[in-house]
């Protein structure tokens, strides 16, 4: 290729995920030379930009979890990135209070601070979201709501300042020779480098000709912004509803509402992660609504279809991809993961120890030897289950 410009290490994807891997990155001093390429900064088109900002810590998942507390610290740090409100899953029955002693349990084992309360007093933490004739609440207080947009801003200043290069370009291909890779095209020219890291999330398949399945599958999926009105004095915890696969959010100025309850729906996106409103999603949230006190009023002030990715364990990919030395992958990664799955990587790439776990179980080529289409379907299946994971043994 025809070499235009040279970097070190070249981030495909300036979302949450790319930008704190550039942060991470340039906070050492060796004086690597780092770029982050993506089609607007200024404007996201990825999932960061319609993300609803849930940061619930506990996962079934051990090491989701590890990263979620990692994540929480360093979000933490950033103004307006995170507001601790607390969580609340709400069980509206026996069997979904089963389930909640389970999480409890697991979660103080793995040194989270969690509590059992009544329908009362979740009623009471959240008026605006939660019924009072529920069964019971599992209550998160360090659990809280995340501005995902503002935080990719801040670390993609950060790495700015720090000597990071922000692109705006599309990236065509990725280039590999003897083993390795050499770099990328893109819009704006050619880039030579000897590391790449594929961070382009719902769009991770249209560069992956890696010979291996990336299963990173777009799905649609439906939220809502409640209308406008006078911000509450506290903003509500958020709220999941696990057994009605149902969520809601205080906004501030809006409440927002979201639900998985409705037939998989794989989306092929375009130049952003909207897709087109599908007829059924509004069955789907007025079944969600009932769920939400009548005093409320919530009715759909603006509603969306949010592309975001699934996998086939709903775990993230994340690591080294073998087919060249020098390129990575951190795809289908959640807001609530992604400065903790960042740092991990950035251990990765400095050569130092990192988690054996942690890196088993986001390997990028766990799926190896399985064909994309079946990959697919069980991606498609684990949407309805979107909160259970499958760390492979």
């Not at 026996?94 to 979660?107: F, I, M, P, Q, V």
């Not at 793995?110 to 009544?118: D, T």
């Not at 704006?188 to 890291?197: F, N, S």
Request: glycine share 8%; hydrophobic share 40%; aromatic share 8%.
């Amino acid at each position: 290729m025809a070499v235009q410009q040279t970097s070190d290490i070249v981030i495909i994807g300036g979302g949450i995920v790319g930008a704190a891997l550039a942060y991470f990155l340039t906070l050492s001093d060796d004086g690597k030379k780092v770029t982050v390429i993506d089609r607007a900064f200024g404007q996201l088109k990825g999932s960061t930009a319609y993300a609803p900002g849930f940061v619930g810590q506990f996962n079934e998942s051990e090491v989701l979890t590890r990263l979620a507390i990692e994540s929480v610290k360093e979000y933490l740090e950033i103004p307006g990135g995170l507001n601790l409100v607390g969580g609340l899953e709400v069980a509206t029955s026996n069997t979904g209070l089963e389930k909640l002693n389970w999480r409890l349990r697991t979660a103080k084992e793995r040194g989270l601070e969690a509590v059992l309360i009544s329908a009362q007093q979740a009623a009471e933490l959240a008026p605006d979201l939660v019924k009072p004739d529920n069964v019971a609440a599992l209550h998160f207080p360090r659990d809280g709501t995340a501005n995902p947009t503002v935080i990719a801003a801040f670390f993609q200043s950060k790495a700015r300042a720090r000597g990071a290069k922000l692109l705006e370009a599309d990236v065509n291909q990725i280039h590999r020779a003897d083993g390795r890779v050499t770099g990328v095209t893109t819009s704006a020219g050619c880039i030579e480098a000897q590391t790449v890291i594929l961070a382009t999330g719902i769009w991770a398949q249209n560069l992956a000709d890696f010979g291996i399945p990336v299963p990173v599958i777009p799905v649609a999926h439906p939220y809502m912004y409640g209308k406008k009105h006078k911000p509450k004095s506290h903003k509500s915890p958020f709220v999941r509803y696990p057994e009605h696969h149902v969520y809601a959010r205080d906004h501030g100025p809006f409440f927002g509402l979201g639900s998985y309850d409705h037939k998989p729906l794989a989306e092929q996106p375009k130049g952003a992660a909207l897709g087109k409103w599908v007829e059924e999603f509004d069955t789907t949230l007025d079944r969600a609504l009932k769920l939400i006190p009548e005093e409320t009023n919530l009715v759909a002030n603006e509603k969306f279809n949010g592309i975001f990715s699934m996998t086939p364990d709903n775990m993230p990919l994340v690591g080294e991809i073998p087919a060249a030395k020098g390129l990575y992958m951190a795809a289908a990664v959640w807001v609530t993961h992604a400065a903790g799955s960042a740092k991990f990587l950035t251990q990765l790439l400095r050569g130092e120890t990192v988690d054996a776990a942690v890196k088993k179980a986001l390997d990028p080529t766990r799926f190896q030897g399985r064909d994309l289409e079946s990959l697919e379907q069980e991606s498609l299946h684990c949407y309805n289950s979107i909160y259970s994971t499958r760390e492979s043994s």
